[in-house]
């Protein structure tokens, strides 16, 4: 059977992408799909985007809604199968990237004797903005596959940070995938597919749902909110910061590892927040923790929430207006040697947690140039006096160079750093 | 501070919203949210269903694509503190479904000496349809509030079912309630303000994120796709089934407690699919397993999903076309005296199970008028028999009575049990 069907060719725009869009969806023409998609349609729920490029997708694209991150261990000790799955793994990509199933047969084709090339979940569903980016964690760089000496020195051990409560089991792994989509459904079939792909080769470590981006990466988005009920990501690193995105985000050439150039390190860390605890908390003292007022996210003693930062404000009575402990502070690039990052975080909600509490919380996620210079600087100045770590605890930590983008259908991920 | 403010008139359609919905959402105008929404607000990704009615909200609702179900333990014996918590739930409830915060100060105010009476992650989000629907456990009817000669026979506890592999932690409770919206974090949103509201009366006892609704409710929604790949609930009882819903939903008088009559009991099942192992199965066996093609959901044998179920065609061999094992015959109300459901689950992904593989499956929600006569004929079939249980298991289950609508704001969830 050849590829007789693509996804969107065959099923239109399906039922659940015009739900989730709710009445308003632009449904995609057909055959639109064979052309690199305008922001426009990447801005509408089915749209594509594009999965070749400098860099890759899911880094500046501007958040999608719904995430699905998955830590993978590789358990082949064969160097070539490894570069063998990397390259089948990126055709897959490219192809559910733009809406379409995982292989090559279409609507779940193939061989009536065979198992199908595609596990169906995400048939009838438009591409919804599925950005698929992948990312090797140190333990890649042991002795297993000849790495050592290809391992970028800004891929250091994160420190032991105060009040770390790292859960192994959800900490680390050997090659990182993070989906997101605006459609849970496609950000949950790609992961799960390349899970189905990379059978006897790795193995799935931890994974991680989340919903509703607690930050920003376009000036076009509006701030979102943590589930602490404020704004978060207000002063985020943005796509429209060309400047600071060079200087900030992408690993440039003679920065370390060729491989690298054009790639940026993610750090991920699970924060469970204790919301029951939070939610006890006065409105005056939440709001004095963050530095922010909660409604409107402005700084305490201004009025809109993109009103310039003043630490140097003080009350009536001489104290400042934002405290020495306030989150907004101590993690402001001023207070941190000019550090910025590029967040992508997301909420999460994983049940309960059997002690009539939710399991709650933050995913948090950040890409820069270089973690040694920026997360981990912040993060000590957060771990050491953050008002807010009375209401969190960080449960898993990750930390992936994320390479430079695939540039063509000729490429696939990690070929700069395998061959 | 009186209300000054409601959620959406201050931060109009945020930005949360209009990612969820692509760029295709509707804006809702000014006061708009003052009137009843029609059926095309509704469908809307902001729009508001309404709370009072004969029945409760979230049952015969079209569907929404995002789930946050709670189970809750009540912990305090006094039954003045229930029917009292049950009060201001209601209250809670009426008020965040039409899009406004939890409390009545709006924007997270009240005294800034006291805790907000909203958690404030959905400031800015539309009501995004979201649905709040309660019902109540078996445990409720113990003797700790004198309910016992109250509890319906229809609440009788569900049989062991061959092959249950149930977890007690996560099955059961006192009260329920399913939170249904297009927007997960207006769903969570939700289910943590009533979770809040309740401390110090309940306790969660356990809560299950869902998306990518597994059936459809009404004959305007496209069959959406379970994780297995395949369109789900195709024939289930949809709201145009009039004289159906009569007859297999809703509870009439004379059918046992007058404190049900027009409500209906909600069976929950959280069905652990091996989607590892499915995902090796060849097409052809998945399609006999489910006796329907993958890709477009006809009964096998026949072109469209809808054409009708022959259960006597045979193929040229001789042999069923459908099997004697098939899911579809075996859980078709033709060989269950005609037991219909409406199912209303949704798919779930909770990270992985620290082997490797995928923690994911479906939750199973269906509403029927006695589950003596629908849920447990059928799942026994299907537990005894159906070739589909060597993918999945059964690890949570649940039964509760969900009473009749809340008919104004003079009235409340359970009043009519309490009082």
């Known amino acids: 059977m050849s590829e007789r069907i693509s996804r969107r060719k065959l099923f239109g725009l399906g039922a659940a992408g015009v739900a989730a869009a709710g009445a308003g969806v632009i449904a995609l023409r057909a055959g639109e799909e064979e052309h690199a998609p305008t922001a426009a349609h990447v801005a509408a729920a089915g749209g594509a985007v594009p999965f070749y490029g400098e860099h890759q ?3 500046i694209t501007p958040a999608q809604d719904r995430l699905h991150f998955v830590s ?28 379409k199933e995982a292989g090559t047969f279409g609507a779940v084709g193939g061989l009536p004797e065979a198992p199908p090339d595609d596990t169906g979940e995400a048939l009838g569903l438009p591409a919804s903005g599925l950005t698929l980016t992948v990312g090797f964690g140190a333990s890649l760089f042991d002795d297993r596959f000849g790495l050592a000496s290809r391992r970028p020195a800004a891929l250091a051990p994160l420190p032991k940070f105060p009040g770390d409560a790292l859960l192994p089991e959800i900490s680390g792994g050997d090659i990182c995938v993070q989906a997101c989509a605006h459609d849970p459904q496609v950000a949950v079939h790609a992961v799960r597919n390349l899970a189905r792909i990379g059978f006897g080769r790795v193995s799935v470590r931890w994974s991680q749902l989340g919903f509703g981006r607690t930050s920003s990466t376009s000036r076009a988005q509006a701030t979102p909110r943590n589930l602490m009920g404020f704004k ?13 995105l060079a200087e900030q985000l992408w690993v440039a050439p003679g920065d370390g590892q060729d491989w690298m150039t054009g790639g940026s390190y993610l750090v991920t860390r699970k924060i469970r927040m204790m919301v029951e605890t939070w939610d006890r908390a006065p ?5 004095q923790i963050f530095g922010r007022d909660k409604g409107e996210g402005a700084p305490l003693g ?11 404000a003080k009350d009536a009575t001489g104290q400042p207006l934002i405290k020495a402990d306030a989150h907004v502070r101590l993690a402001h690039p001023s207070n941190n040697g000019n ?11 994983d049940g309960s947690d059997g002690l009539g509490r939710l399991d709650a919380g933050l995913f948090f996620m950040a890409y820069q140039r270089d973690p040694r210079r920026q997360f981990v600087p912040v993060q000590l100045s957060l771990a050491r006096n953050d008002a807010l770590n009375e209401y969190i605890k960080h449960v898993s930590s990750g930390l992936f160079a994320c390479p430079g983008g695939v540039r063509d259908a000729g490429d696939y991920w990690g070929r700069a750093l395998l061959t």
């Not at 201004?302 to 140097?312: I, Q, T, Y």
């Not at 550090?339 to 909600?349: D, M, P, S």
Request: hydrophobic letters at 40%; glycine letters at 6%.
């Open 283 to 287: 409105l005056d003292e939440q709001q």
């Open 339 to 349: 550090a910025h990052l590029l967040r992508r975080g997301y909420n999460y909600v």
């Open 302 to 312: 201004r009025k809109a929430e993109f009103d310039p930062l003043d630490f140097a």
């Open 57 to 59: 997708a899911g880094i």
């Open 232 to 244: 978060d990501g207000t002063n985020n690193l943005k796509l429209e910061d060309e400047a600071l």
């Open 72 to 99: 993978f261990d590789v358990i082949t000790d064969k160097k070539a199968e490894l570069d063998e799955l990397m390259q089948e793994w990126t055709a897959a990509a490219a192809r559910m990237t733009q809406g």
